[in-house]
């Protein structure tokens, strides 16, 4: 955290506090990170994140176009700062690209192609209250389905798992990228990561459900590394040889 | 394959077992105990202490018991009198000590020589649960000369035929004997050296009576009575005998006669004192003799000297013998065994080897096999290495490659920089495991350490604690401990050998040459006497796996391998054979002859699921056959468990509505909640009838890892409300690792939602 100096700086950091929603358990310059002691060897790239992650409150947001970070290995024993051993594992995944999103550590496709819902914009993301990570991820997911229709009558439904405790909010963002509020809510939290789990270009009608996910770096690692394991057989389903 | 196996087990061998839920059960071995002891109040005797001319004596000992135990230390004088005693009171897996300088004081004795018996309290050990050593050290002008006698076993059934080995003799072995019998006995001496005749003596040894005399030689006036005049280290010219062996045999009952010698080891840095600890000839049940960690040139753990390994056989037998020297490295690439000399040794003869420059291991991972044809207990071997400066004789006692012990437990001690190195060696043809154990007290630390064939292993104490490394069970051997007991044990005997290094600190000295390096190396024989596995008590799905299941051995000391049952020792280790086997709705999911098992659930119902544990040893095995309890149910429903949280919902702007958090877990048949493992929840929600609210989309999750209890977060938001008193009716159909699970009503209005009823 940073800590004011004098009254000047103190008013400042007021003033930001009230147009930007408090830092969550993000660390700030997360690329820097290097963990004395390191022991991660998964099965994918992705698991390695999200331990890597969970264990040195590093937030990720990963856009997934491929298989390729699912069905690739990570051997990370030697300590080393997180931005060498991304470029060491990214090395053998090519086509990605990874960089710092404020306290969010992007990993995207390194060529920019056509456009995706994540770029879609918000016209407004407001909450008035606080509400869990899931509840606020959710609002984020219709009102992306109401970009995309503006007349949708209505929702109902659920969402499974999360964790009560992980409050953000209130929010009140206006013309921001999915992307970029999907940063916003896993920063504001006590630390987690987004990652696409579908094919989500902007050519494609919205299915009925996200296609992302948020894991909450509050909820115990195993369960994170579990859920991890399922987002990559569902990555595998979606962009196995055999899909389109 | 696995129902004949255990058919044929339960023919030939008795199974005590209980159900449903066993924790432990033993069973008898299937060959009767040919060569085993009954069990019988253990007497150990040293038959040498020396308190003069500058040496000292120090009796240290180890409990390899898992529970406390007393034990008497008894000094005698040189008439066999006794002199004094102590009760030691040791706690589990501990080491404890005694200055025999302390003793004497005590009980204001003069006496500057004699032995020392140590006596176990009878009415809690019944096996050779304790074990020791006298260690006589050097003082001044004798600094770094030191005598190790390990403590021999009063009664030890055998052919009463005590023998030993050494090298570079440069003065006449000094010999202690102790009879004790209840009569009187005569002893006989035999020594054939390279270099000199063989010469026979006899001595006259009352009941208990104590004699110390010099052996090797022909004078009829051979009784050594100031125990000062053979310290002295002999001059430099003294005539090298070379290689030789002492041979002491009593006229008693086997078992009643205990002998220890000491001899001057000549080397070019000048005479060092050697040890010669005598081994009954009838223990031996192979020619072949098994030398763990022998440094051989540099030595990280000794620093400063450079190790050269000697060789010296003795043939008591009546026929030449042909012997072979096999020398194992271990390098970071695997074992590397190799032949390095081959001899042929006359009958009745001593002979050094002259072994090729050798490549060592600087991490002590060097090993040597004396191998013959001779008859068990014929050819006696000698390894020692000199190391110069800095060190003087590393020796050790030569382990039978076939004996009955399994496993040994050895004093440790980290003060005043000091360090211990435990020493493994798997000279068996395939990979075995070695079972560690280092105790203190309350402390425990196990960890299984597996050998590829022909391979040493090295462990230092000090580098596991000061790493705090985890044992097998994750627990950590505090930094604040500095002495203990360390054990270890193979499933079965006849696979390898173990012995502890204690290394004094390299601060003592480099330049005075005076640093020493002892070797401890009593053994134990552990027995198979019980199993368990955990947990005891499983409850799984149809279709669904337990976690893992692990069978582990409870260890007993036992007085011989074909005695399935002793005194507790520990419970823990690898290396037995296994069989699991299933009683029920579920099968072994896997390797079903690993120390390890999961099982998967095949209908619904219970029964139990066992794992035969097995040790083998020539013929006979011991058996433990643990049980435990099958659950297996079928997740069928999703019921309600309670309300989290509920209120107004985070709508899109221009719509309102109302969430609620709940929580719900799976049921089984009989409605009481499924013990599924990492399932996979989904559910899917369609809007029914009534749509009051106007919902045209809905969402529904999925959520992997689910064990128990989980969240379900419900949610409506609709332009209709907050105005509106209609009420959308939603189906949610529930799936478990794609297992249907039901569908289930979910009410949305603008201010509830009400899950199946609730």
Known sequence: ??????????????????????????????????????????????????????????????????????????????????????????????????????????????????????????????????????????????????????????????????????????????????????????????????????????????????????????????????????????????????QP | MLISSITRSISTVLVISTFPSTLFCQTRAQKPAIDSMSEMPEVLVAPLFVETAGFTSTIAMVNELNFAVTAQVVLFDRHGVQITSQTIAFPAHSREAVLVGDLLRQANSAETMGSVEVLPDPAKVVTMAIAAQLSIDGSGASLGQHIEEEFLMVGMPGSGVLRSAGGSLVSNPVVALKNTAAAAQTATISCITENGAATQQQVQLVAGGWALLSACTSSSDAAVTLIGDVLVSPDQAATDLGAFGVSVAGSGKPGTLAAFSFSWHGAARGAMLSSQNFVDAGTFRSGNTVFTGVPVGAATYLPGAFFTPQVALANFGAKPVNATVLFSRTTGSGPEPSNVATVSV????????????????????????????????????????????????????????????????????????????????????????????????????????????????????????????????????????????????????????????????????????????????????????????????????????????????????????????????????????????????????????????????????????????????????CQANPQATLIVTKPTAVAYVGQNAQGAANCPAGQSGFSRQITLQVVDQNGNPSPIQNFTMTDIITVGSPNGLGITGTQSGSLSGVSGPFLDSLYVCSSACPASSNSTTGLQTWTGNLLPLGTYNVVYKCNSITWSGH
């Open chain 1, 1 to 242: 955290m940073t800590r004011g100096t004098g009254g000047a700086a103190a008013i400042a950091m007021v003033l930001l506090a009230a147009s930007t929603p408090a830092a969550g358990q993000c660390i700030a310059h997360p690329l820097a990170e290097a963990p004395g002691k390191i022991g991660i060897r998964t099965a994918s790239v992705l698991e390695a994140l999200v331990d890597f992650g969970q264990t040195n409150s590093v937030c990720f947001g990963i856009e997934v176009m491929d298989e390729r970070l699912a069905t690739t290995g990570a051997d990370w024993r030697q300590a080393a700062p997180l931005k060498d051993l991304l470029h060491s594992a990214l090395s053998n995944v090519e086509e990605y690209r990874f960089h710092a999103r404020d306290r969010v550590v992007s990993i995207s496709p390194a060529r920019v192609g056509a456009p995706t819902w994540l770029d879609a914009k918000i016209p407004e993301f407001s909450a008035a209250r606080r509400g869990d990570v899931q509840s606020i991820n959710n609002l984020l997911f219709m009102d992306l389905v109401l970009v995309e229709n503006p007349r949708h009558g209505g929702f109902a439904g659920d969402y499974l798992g999360g964790d009560p405790q992980d409050q953000i909010g209130p929010l009140n963002e206006r013309d921001k990228s999915v992307r970029s509020l999907l940063d916003l809510i896993v920063a504001s939290s006590k630390g987690g990561l987004w990652i696409t789990v579908g094919r989500y270009d902007r050519s494609r009608a919205l299915s009925s459900q996200p296609f992302w996910q948020v894991l909450e770096y509050s909820q115990p690692l195993p369960a994170n590394l579990s859920r991890m394991r399922g987002i990559v057989r569902e990555i595998q389903s979606a962009f196995g040889s055999q």
């Open chain 2, 346 to 621: 006359p009958a009745m003869s001593s002979q050094t080897i002259a072994l090729p420059l050798l490549t060592g291991d600087p991490g002590l991972r060097n090993s040597f096999i004396v191998q013959s044809a001779a008859a068990p207990g014929t050819l006696f071997a000698n390894v020692a290495a000199v190391g110069a400066p800095g060190f003087g004789l590393v020796e050790q006692i030569g382990k039978d490659e076939q004996t009955t012990a399994n496993g040994g437990g050895h004093p440790w001690d980290l003060t005043g920089g000091q360090d211990a190195v435990l020493l493994l060696f798997n000279h068996s043809a395939v990979a075995k495991y070695f079972n560690v154990k280092i105790g203190s007290g309350g402390v425990l630390w196990q960890q299984p350490y597996l050998l590829p064939p022909m391979e040493t292993q090295a462990i230092s104490i000090r580098e596991l604690i000061a790493g705090q490394i985890k044992d097998h069970d994750g627990k950590l051997l505090p930094q604040s401990l500095e002495r203990g007991e360390i054990g270890w044990f193979n499933a079965n005997p006849a696979e390898g050998k173990g012995r502890l290094m204690q290394i004094d600190p390299a601060s003592q000295t480099v330049a005075a040459n005076t640093r020493v390096a002892r070797n401890f190396s009593c053994s134990y024989t552990y027995v198979l006497c019980g199993a368990s596995i955990s947990p005891d008590s499983i409850a799984l799905t149809d279709g669904g796996s337990s976690g893992t299941l692990e069978v582990s051995p409870a260890v007993c000391l036992s007085v011989s391998p074909f005695n399935c049952s002793g005194q507790s020792s520990s419970y823990g280790g690898l290396g037995y054979t296994y069989e699991w086997g299933v009683n029920g709705p579920a099968e072994v999911s896997g390797p079903y002859t690993d120390s390890t098992a999961i099982l998967q659930g095949t209908g619904v119902g219970t029964g139990y699921f066992s794992c035969m544990v097995t040790s083998q040893y020539d013929g006979s095995y």
